[in-house]
């Protein structure tokens, strides 16, 4: 659990890094918590994986 | 027809209003939620254990998977011994939130994570759209074309009375959303791109599909300030949701091959796909023989009747595909390579038609869903192609008004393409309306949830007499029983896991607990030390499984049966 937490805040700085600036603050915000809803299961697997 | 009206809807400039709007949007997709919860709980019956399809027991049986696992792929519960690559991503949301909030996994995959999945994609419509447009009018309205898409409906105005239309639209859309037919709802929303099912390749239309989905995101990266490693985010998403990992090396293989087509190694670049594309042709046929066995199969396949020929015209048609899409993308001769990919398409059309390549419904190709794919398939060609056009002729500053009415259809297309999941939908949405009762099952299954929580989860494995009770439509399948709690299956699953190590079991559980004359001696044999058995009151079960009794109702009984209790 705190592995794919860790792995989920390294993909959500990478977004937070891709986007910033290109989109306005509202769509912004959603996009990150649209990506991090979607990455949470990823990082799950990659912890498991691990 | 003056088009001036649609300029004076963007509000690009009146950042307030558009604040406000924005507000209104993520407000709607709040109630919205709460709405769908509500009217699913009350019109479903509250608190009974109800139940759409196999797919939904199927996914559900995925989400326990992942969530006991400590390994990937995690080991199946359906069929024990055996563990397969699949897209876990949706399972894998419901675990990590599960195992956050210390909630029932059920509770969090049906009523948190596919609905949230599903306002979110409908929101992340909006956002890109906007972002590319800024014009409010035009985002609402693919959000709308969205959630109709998500509707699943096809309309035979012919034949079809408005109020049938209407009751089956109402229908599926409860079903989709809120009671989460999890294949409709994830993959709608975030689209799954299965291209095997079964022997043969089900649906053309992902492949296209996936293109379209790919060209929404690749708005984001166009917007992106990094370019390439927003391509590697779109990788991992694609990996998440994705059928099998078939289209991971896919797009893995066209990431390193654009990599050295337009970077520094440019020369290489053809000599590597190359290489890499042989590899997957290779591990594609000889996967089992180079991994060992079925229990690592690199690909997800329901058997190995695909053959080299076939594994490499469906990868290298994937790769030109993909290829020309890209070199349109990084072109300014659009017209020359839009014409080369129109004409691909077209040929791919004719491929669907004329060699049989389509879905099957219980094993027999039917006109219609041929045709279903077909035309699903062109459409998201469509959709693709306009957009790529429209990315060039909008890069250009002349906007002229043809090309923003263009681009505004496109956007529509590109909507209706990325939550649409095409002839699977479509088919399935057509036998809803055209005979409803052999199309989606939506069944109770309280009783046969409270039998199987009578059994013990941990260490325990379950022997079925039943393949027919649930759900109708397979009789090679009990994924419903390893559903409720987790449970690990001996043999309960063959429809999606067509290993023949499954159909052997299954054939022995027929054989041994399908019949009132089974000797106490046949049940031992079959059942291992910590066995329970399943027994559904539907079919002839043996009697002198009584010894073991735990529980029963009107619908199935539960029995311990493993060795001490066979001999007492």
Known sequence: MILSLFVLFLLMSIVAYVYKGSLSR?????VLIFYAFFFTGFSYIISIAL | MSLSWLNKINLHHLFDIYKFLTGGVIGLAIIAFVVLQLVGFF????????ILNDDNAYRLTHAWQVYFSTSYPPPSLSNIDLAYHYHYGGPAIATFFAKAFNLPVDLVYFRLVLPVAFIFSLGFVYIVVFNKTKNVFISVLCVSIAIMACLNTVVDLENLKLWKWMKSSLYSFLMTVWHFDIDHVLDSATTQYSFWYGNKIYDISYLVLFLSMGAVLSLFIVESQIKRLALLLLLLMVFLFMKTEVVFWLFLLVFVEMFFLVGKYARFGWIVAFIAFLFLVFISTEGNFFLGDTKVSLFYLENNEISFLEWFSFFLYFLILIDVAFLIFLSKKENKYLFFYLLLNFLFFLYVEFFDISLTIDGQVTEFSRHLVAVSHAMYAVGVIAYIFSINTHRSENRSKFSYILFSFVLLLIAVGSFFKGGHAMLQTWILVSSPNESYKVVDLSNQRECMSHIPRKDTVVYTNTFEEWPPETKTSAMHLTSFFGHQGFATNYTYERYDVVKERIKKQKETLGRSNTSIRDVCGLVA???????????????????????????????NANKNICFP
């Not at chain 2, 019109?43 to 109800?50: A, H, I, K, L």
Request: proline residues 0%; negative net charge; charged residues 25%.
């Open chain 2, 529 to 559: 030390d910590n066995g329970y058995a399943y027994i559904s009151k539907k079919y002839e079960y043996a009697l002198s499984l009584e010894r073991g009794f735990i529980f029963e109702n009107k619908d199935c009984a539960v029995f």
């Open chain 2, 43 to 50: 019109s479903m019956g509250g608190e009974s254990y109800w």
């Open chain 1, 26 to 30: 509202t769509s912004y915000f959603l």
